[in-house]
């Protein structure tokens, strides 16, 4: 299991949305869906599925939230016919955000939402081979932009096995202000990320809880260590969800919770979603006491 699994939360359309992709992708399946019954929001599937063998997590839980480009998966591709075949299936419905194209960092390349709001950047690798099929890909804008170094500084010193690849800065001859990041690439426990810096007026939208990262953890002691060093607005704690300081949610949860509500009977499930439904950090011990008392 990855450390770091991207969340994606829609209304009602997650099974749907997880099988388009799983459709579009060469080496993707649907692996799990799990209902929670209770929530606030209702009924509540969970999908787990894979796109080009990465771990992803769906959820549909009413229309609190929406997509934005703040957060977007960049697909890197072998040749440019699969560029063109991956951008026709997932722009479909969607809105072309950069037009697919011919650009001075790519031969092909085009960024787009699909028609469930979700953004994806597709791309022709230039005969190089790529060790990631799949790049989660931040935008610092806002009030957090040009903050990007900081954020992949302090992420990099929390994960094991992380580190900072590269950065291309700004020369400081338009809105960015230079020395900012105008391409970052680093890694979070073998995870490879992106994230970049933009100043431009016309990006009105932020990170939230459309998009958060789930890290998974063994025990109580790494629930506490990301928990205490990630959390920096008390007001976004619920479930296991938190935001840090540039306004990113993540999910904080136990590896064993995966379990108990992909393999527990109907009564273990409810016992456990009602449990962790009043918490904000996850007491591990706690969700294992009800998942074995029930």
């Known amino acids: 299991m990855n450390k770091i699994t991207p969340h994606l939360w829609y209304d009602r359309e997650a099974i749907e949305a997880a099988e388009l992709y799983v ?144 950065t291309d800065r700004y020369e400081g001859d338009g809105p960015d202000a230079k020395g900012t990041i105008r391409y970052g690439s680093f890694e979070l426990a073998g995870v490879q990320f992106a994230a970049m810096d933009s100043a431009m007026e016309e990006h009105k939208f932020a990170f939230n809880e459309a998009i958060s990262f789930m890290v998974h953890c063994e025990d109580q002691k790494e629930i506490d260590k990301y928990w205490n060093a990630l959390s920096a607005v008390p007001e976004s704690e619920q479930c296991g969800w938190l935001k840090d300081k540039f306004g990113l949610s993540w999910q904080i949860v136990p590896t064993a919770m995966d379990e108990m509500l992909s393999k527990g009977t109907k009564e273990q499930i409810t016992a456990v979603t009602e449990s962790f ?16 008392s029930a």
Request: glycine letters at 8%; charged letters at 20%; a negative charge.
């Open 277 to 292: 439904l009043q918490m904000k950090k996850f007491d591990l011990a706690e969700l294992q006491r009800v998942y074995e």
């Open 23 to 166: 459709s579009v992708l060469p080496d993707s399946r649907v692996t799990d869906v799990t209902t929670l019954h209770g929530t606030p929001g209702g009924d509540t599937d969970i999908v787990s599925f894979e796109l080009a063998g990465q771990p992803f997590q769906a959820i549909s839980a009413g229309p609190l939230f929406k997509f934005n480009p703040s957060v977007s998966f960049a697909i890197v591709c072998d040749t440019t016919e699969e560029v063109d075949d991956i951008w026709n299936k997932l722009s479909q419905g969607g809105e072309a955000l950069m037009p697919l194209d011919s650009y001075p960092f790519s031969e092909r390349y085009g960024w787009t939402t699909d028609k469930y709001g979700l953004s994806w950047q597709v791309m022709y690798a230039g005969g190089q081979e790529a060790t990631q099929r799949i790049t989660p890909s931040l935008l610092f804008v806002g009030d957090v932009a040009g903050k990007a170094e900081e954020a992949m500084t302090l992420y990099t010193s929390l994960f094991p096995n992380s580190q900072i690849a590269m």
